[in-house]
Each structure stands twice: as C-alpha cells, then as structure tokens.
C-alpha cells in the first residue's frame, strides 16, 4: 500500500474510531446504563454526568497508561533481576551503580550539562528576543536563529562535526587557530573536561531559537505603561531590560529553563554521535545505552535513575505553574 493511501487511511480510522467511541459510550451510558427515565432520572442524569468525563479521558489515560506507566513499572521491576531476567537479584544493581567508576563519570557531567545547557540557551534567547525586536530585519534574524530547531540532534551534530574536526582544512576551529599561527590541529573532543562544553554547545546553537521564540512573545506581552514610567525615571536601557522587563517575565523564563532541563536529562543522540561517550563525556542515556544489550536490568536500573532525577524538576515545573494559574 503506498505510503499517502497509509496515511489517509490512518487518519480515517484514527478519527472514526475517535467519534465511534464517544458516540457508542455516550449512548450506552444515556441509554443503557443511567437511562434518562423512569422514578430516578433526576439521580440517573447526574451519575451519568459524573461518568461522562472519564468517559473522554478513557482513551487518553488508556494510552498514557500503555505507553508510560507501564513501561516505568516495569523497567523498575526488570532492575531487580540478573542479566537473565530470572534471578531476582533486588538493589545490587544501584549498589553497582554507586559504586563510583564511569556512572560517576556520567552522572557529574549530566549535572554539568543540567546547570550549564539550560541557563545558556535561555540567556541567550532573552538577549535575541531582544535585540531582534529593536531591528527593522527582526524576522529575518529570528528565522535563522530558530532554523537549528528543525535539523535533528543527530544532523546538527554532524555539522558540528565539521566545525570540530581536526583538520585545518575542514574544521573552522582548527582553521581559525592556522590563521593565528598555531599550525598544530588540535582536537576539541579529546580535551578532557573542556570536551563537554564543546558538545554541550551543539544543544545551546539548537535550543536558543526556542527560548527566543517563547521570550519575545513574553516580551510583547509587557504592558507599555510601566516601560513609559522607566523611560520617564530615568532608567538606562539596561536598567530597562534587567530591572523592568525581565521580572516581568519570569515566570516564562523559569518556565523556558525547565523545558530545556527536562530536555537535557534525556539527550543522547550528540553525545552517542559526536563521541560515542569515550574521553570521559558520557552522560546517563549514553551510559545506559551501552548496557542496553548487554545487560537489560542494569540498563533498567540506570533508566529508573534517570526517571527519578528528572522528577524534582517536573513536579517543580508542575507547582509553578498551577501557582501562576491561581
């Protein structure tokens, strides 16, 4: 079957399936269920209104269900067992993990990349969100800027290849620092340390166009009133920006920062593509893919970690943001 017939005929049963389901539950709940007649119809119509929800959220929490919860119960579960999956081996796993050795490794340089990734990007997205507003080519600057979000993690991190790459012909660092006078080519990503600042890079070029685009829509959203009142204070236009616009839009900030820093938690592909994960760049999706094969409930072990790391900061990002809606 062509591809183009697939989709249509995806997007026929997906959308007919969709009003079967709410039009078939509707009227057995109305009909069947909590029939609108008789002595109790007053009491009938107000179960089956209690019921209705759960009848639209069924299909949602149904998937969720599927394709979340059950595969965080049962990676948790499979961590428990031996590399066969049938000796039940309880915490050694975590024990092993820390244990220090390369989870150590990967765990300081994910929380390196949580603090360094995140506050890069928004940064830099308030400060193009600002500038490109002030210009007459705004547009055209916020195109380009955004363009990096629709290449892939793994393409751009072939493109950053290139940058890297230690030839002075081909790679721009290595060609910048021949035009210096330093003919030696050096190789960014076998630096130690400093080689994950040049991987962490690649994320901030492609997030930066995100943090920009939800920025400067924050930043039109600040009433002219109290930016009049700073100019007629007297205030700089760093004062104007720092001091008047950015707690203005703070919680969008705070709410950018996050987004970037679940992100970041879960990044594999430039690492996995740039290094492998060799010159002590490994994070903890990395790590854990190296023991995806080989040994599934040390893996599972690993991705549990990473679950519970990545929580405090999306219950975090959660009470902001029912606080911000009270």
């Given at each position: ?91 050694a796993y975590y024990a092993q993990l820390f244990d ?30 600002q500038l490109t507003d002030k210009l007459s080519w ?173 929580l405090p900061v999306m219950l975090w990002n959660i ?8």
């Open positions: 079957m062509p591809v183009v017939l697939q989709g249509i005929m995806t997007i026929l049963v997906g959308v007919g399936g969709c009003v079967g389901y709410f039009y078939a539950s509707n009227m057995i709940l109305d009909r069947v269920i909590f029939p609108a007649r008789g002595a109790n119809i007053g009491r009938n119509i107000n179960r089956a209104n209690a019921v209705r929800p759960w009848l639209f959220m069924f299909p949602a929490i149904f998937v969720l269900s599927l394709y979340l919860v059950y595969p965080v119960v049962g990676s948790a579960w499979r961590s428990l067992y031996g590399r066969d999956g049938q000796d039940f081996i309880g915490l220090g050795g390369d989870f150590t490794t990967a765990f300081l340089n994910n929380l390196l990349w949580v603090i360094f990734v995140p506050a890069a990007s928004t940064f830099m997205g308030l400060v193009a969100a705004g547009n055209f600057a916020k195109a380009m800027i955004f363009m990096p979000m629709a290449i892939s993690f793994v393409g751009a991190s072939l493109i950053w290849k290139f940058v890297y790459a230690n030839d002075a012909d081909i790679g721009l660092i290595n060609a910048i620092r021949a035009g210096l006078g330093w003919t030696d080519p050096v190789d960014v990503l076998q630096i130690p340390f400093w080689n994950n600042f040049f991987l962490m890079v690649i994320l901030v070029w492609i997030q930066t166009g995100f943090a920009m685009v939800i920025l400067s829509a924050a930043l039109r959203g600040i009433p002219e009133e109290t930016i009049e009142a700073a100019i007629l204070d007297g205030a700089n236009p760093f004062q104007l920006f720092f001091r008047v616009k950015v707690p203005q839009i703070m919680p969008t900030i705070v709410v950018v920062w996050t987004t970037i820093t679940v992100l970041v938690l879960k990044v594999f592909d430039i690492v996995y593509t740039m290094t492998g994960g060799n010159f002590d760049t490994e994070i903890l999706p990395s790590y854990m893919m190296d023991y995806f094969v080989t040994s599934k409930g040390f893996a599972s072990a690993i991705a549990v970690v990473i679950m519970i790391t990545v009470r902001e943001a029912r606080r911000e809606m009270r």
